[in-house]
């Protein structure tokens, strides 16, 4: 019978057969399946496994500190924590195109990877939170075709010309295994049920150039949003079949601004749009019928708190024809 625990048994026996006794590294992401990989990878092998977490400052609102709790504090796991944010701000300067964005973002995480590596005397073996459903889906023909429509650098992917040997202790699991697994082995809910997030973060929310100014602005208000849902009970990824549940939700900023007015004088100032998606598979999505009280209290909450923000507009747009992502 399978249950959580004998998947972690089954994991760890395997991951030790595969490494002995020799380094591992992995590279977490904040994502679920990094997360789990890492966290089975370290009930397995303990401080024989360092992880890797690059701040690329493309972040939401306290995921750095969720990461470093969760790993360091919670399971113990050595963690190293790469100040990146300067690089990559300095990197994206003046960048507005979203395949431009996600290159960058791309090339810039696996260079910093490399060099962590590197001073870590590049260990043979390296941790992919790869799981079944990715397993299948690199084998079909579509593949390459989705490629072209959105490039999907996984920031936590790998290096092109890697010299590792994998360890991928998830090949053989759903999603929602996975999910178990994770909180067996003591992750914390938030990040085990927690929606999806693109590789390259806040990049692709925060649409034209990229300064700190505004991912601390969209920062703010994807906080306020995430929240309120949550609040409400309506962003419990923990009832997956719960009908109309939202499966993903974020603020977007705008790369525009308009006139509002705040009491004697006028303000110039960024809009911000909101995403709410439910969705089976996210291949197809509907916008989330959020209740008007609701969304009024947030787009109250946005322009009174967060500065240089005026205006709060909903996106009605299902998928297709829109992607769930605004770049
Ligand atoms: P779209 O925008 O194509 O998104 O409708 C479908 C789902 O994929 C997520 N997404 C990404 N996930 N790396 C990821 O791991 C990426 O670069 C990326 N871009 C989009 C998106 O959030 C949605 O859940």
Redesign the pocket.
């Known amino acids: 019978e399978w249950t959580p625990e004998s998947i972690i048994a089954e994991g760890v026996r395997r991951v030790r057969e595969q490494v002995g006794n020799a380094p591992v590294l992995s590279a977490v992401s904040g994502g679920v399946d990094s997360s789990v990989a890492t966290a089975l990878v370290h009930r397995a092998v303990g401080d024989q496994l360092t992880a890797v977490f690059v701040d690329t400052g493309m972040l939401r609102k306290g995921e750095r500190e969720q990461v470093e709790t969760a790993f360091r504090k919670n399971l113990g796991v050595r963690l190293i924590t790469v100040n990146a944010v300067e690089e990559f701000l300095d990197r994206l300067e003046g960048v507005t195109d979203p395949e431009g964005k996600?290159k960058i973002i791309g090339e810039t995480f696996i260079r910093i990877f490399e060099g962590q590596a590197r001073r870590l005397g590049n260990p043979p073996f390296l941790v992919q939170g790869t799981i079944y459903p990715d397993v299948v889906e690199s084998s079909a023909p579509d593949r390459q075709k989705a490629h072209k429509i959105?490039s999907?650098?996984?920031v936590g992917g790998l290096p092109e010309d890697m010299t590792f040997q994998l360890v991928e202790p998830l090949r053989y699991l759903f999603k929602d295994e996975v999910r178990l697994v994770g909180e067996a082995l003591g992750l914390p809910p938030e990040l085990v049920w927690r929606q999806?997030?693109?590789?390259?973060g806040l990049a692709?929310r925060c649409l034209g150039e990229i300064t700190w100014e505004r991912l601390e602005r969209l920062r703010e208000a994807d906080a306020i949003f995430t929240g309120e849902l949550t609040a409400a009970g309506l962003l419990n990824q923990r009832l997956m079949d719960e009908p109309g549940r939202i499966a993903?939700a974020f603020a977007v900023l705008l790369p525009v601004r308009s006139v509002g007015v705040m009491g004697d004088s006028r303000t110039y100032q960024e809009v911000v749009a909101l995403r709410a998606v439910t969705t089976e598979d996210?291949m197809t999505?509907d916008w989330a019928r959020i209740p008007h009280e609701l969304l009024s209290k947030i787009a109250s909450r946005i322009v009174n708190e967060v500065p240089g923000v005026n205006r709060v507009v909903y996106d009605l747009t299902s998928?297709p024809p829109a992607?769930?992502?605004w770049e």
């Open positions: 996600r959105k999907h650098h996984n999806p997030f693109p590789g390259p692709v993903q996210f999505a998928k992607t769930i992502e």
